[in-house]
Every structure is written in structure tokens, then in C-alpha cells.
């Protein structure tokens, strides 16, 4: 059974989350300080000090009276997230932050969702379809598609399921388990009706298949795979 929600409650649940939903709100003809200002005028926690820690926080220290609508997109974004910050969230919630951001813009909003993420042990969610940026700093992952959660995993298990594999395809894979554990330490497992994956032995492929074949198992083929995340997104999502 839930907590029954109520509008004060759903209130007070929103002013814990901070968000950055793909592009900032922000005033073009303020600066970055007057931004913030504002912000944390609304929330009640306005001080000068507390806008310029934000600023420090995102790498905008420097930038003066030099007005948002002469940043760059990457300068905007950071803004965003001193903005999403203000009020000390316990749930900081960014949607697509690095989309359109340069090497080094993605390499700045990087650093910062690890440091937020570090130093204030804060919970973050990052709605983004740049999968392999995202293997740099997830540490869960859902995988969306149509609406509805198809998958939820770590990063260790996500990236041992796009680790290399050897792959072997049989119409007998019950015999081809029993030459398998034959043959030494071969860490395996029965994917489907007709493929077994070996997660070692990986440069053994022919001696594999010399002792399959020498015990009446007809390999159909048997090779290395190695899967990217985008590769295995698409596999995924094309099975739901």
C-alpha cells in the first residue's frame, strides 16, 4: 500500500527534485548572476554568497556581467544546472544535458554531474540516448521504449553483457555443454535453443570447434562477438 497523495504533499515532493529538462529557462538579457538571483529569491534562500557558490560550482565564477544571451551552449547548459541546484535537491533529474555540446562542453557537464554526484551524494537522473557517454558516469541503468521500462541493470551487468563473447551456434547444445565441460575451465552459459556464449577461452575458437566436431556436434558457426551499447539498445528494444 502507497501514501495516499495529497496536493501538499505532492508539493513538497517536487520542491525536493531539481531539473533540467533538455534546455534552461533562463533570461537572455540577465547575466548568469541575476539568473540564479532570481531563482533563489523564489525559493527563499537568496543570499550573494549562496548564488556565487552555485556559479562556482558549475564553472561560472568568471563570468561577470557578461549577459546569458552571449553564452555558449555549453556555458547555458552549466547555468541550467546551477539553476536546477538551487534549493538543494536530494533528486537533481537532467534530460538530454549534453545533446548538442561540443568535446569539451560534454567533458565540463561531465565533470560536474560527478562532482555534484561526489561531493554532495546526491541522486541523479539523466534522461539521454548518447549511450556510450553515459557509460562513463551511470551507475543504473532503465532502459525506456514506448513508454514502458523494459529493462533495469547495473553497470556491471550491463557491461558484461556487452563484453566480448565467443559465440557458438548448434542444433545440440546439450552435447556441445557436456564437450565444453570437458574441456577445461570454459565459463559458459545457454543463451537460447541454439547458442551457447563463452565469456573466456576467447582465442579458442578453432580447438573448440576441433573437439565439438571430433564428438558429433555440428558447429553452425562459432566467432567472437563483441556488442557496443547502441548494438545491444537496439537488440533490446527490437525483442520488446
Known amino acids: 500500500m502507497g501514501i495516499p497523495s495529497t496536493e501538499k504533499s505532492i ?7 531539481g531539473c533540467l529538462i533538455e534546455q534552461p529557462g533562463i533570461y537572455n538579457n540577465l547575466s548568469a548572476f541575476e539568473n540564479c ?5 523564489c525559493c527563499g534562500v537568496y543570499s550573494k554568497e549562496y548564488v556565487e557558490e552555485k556559479l ?3 564553472g561560472l565564477s568568471d563570468v561577470g556581467k557578461k549577459t546569458v544571451g552571449n553564452f555558449s551552449l555549453g556555458m547555458k547548459q552549466r547555468l541550467g544546472i ?5 534549493g538543494e535537491p536530494d533528486l537533481l533529474i537532467l ?14 557537464v561531465r565533470d560536474i554531474i560527478q562532482t555534484i554526484n561526489r561531493e554532495r551524494n ?13 557509460s562513463k558516469i551511470a551507475t543504473h541503468y532503465g532502459i525506456i521504449h514506448n513508454g514502458r521500462l523494459i ?9 558484461d553483457k556487452c563484453a566480448a563473447k565467443l559465440v557458438i551456434v548448434t542444433d545440440t547444445p546439450e552435447k556441445a555443454c557436456i564437450v565444453l565441460d570437458d574441456f577445461g575451465d570454459v565459463a559458459y552459459k545457454v543463451a537460447d535453443k541454439q547458442t551457447i556464449q563463452l565469456s573466456n577461452h576467447l582465442d579458442d575458437a578453432a580447438d573448440i570447434n576441433m573437439a565439438l566436431s571430433r564428438a558429433g556436434v555440428a558447429v553452425q558457426s562459432i566467432g567472437k562477438k563483441n556488442e557496443s551499447l547502441e548494438d545491444y539498445f537496439i ?4 525483442k520488446a
Not at 37 to 41: E, F, H, S
Not at 122 to 134: F, N, R, W
Open 11 to 17: 508539493r513538497s515532493a517536487f520542491e525536493r527534485v
Open 37 to 41: 538571483k532570481l531563482k533563489a529569491m
Open 56 to 58: 562556482a560550482l558549475v
Open 82 to 86: 546551477a539553476l536546477a541546484m538551487i
Open 95 to 108: 534530460d538530454e544535458p549534453i545533446n548538442g555540446l561540443d568535446p569539451q562542453g560534454i567533458i565540463e
Open 122 to 134: 546526491m541522486t541523479i537522473l539523466i534522461s539521454s540516448h548518447i549511450l556510450e557517454e553515459l
Open 151 to 159: 529493462e533495469q541493470l547495473s553497470s556491471e551487468e550491463l557491461m
Open 235 to 238: 537488440e533490446l528494444i527490437h
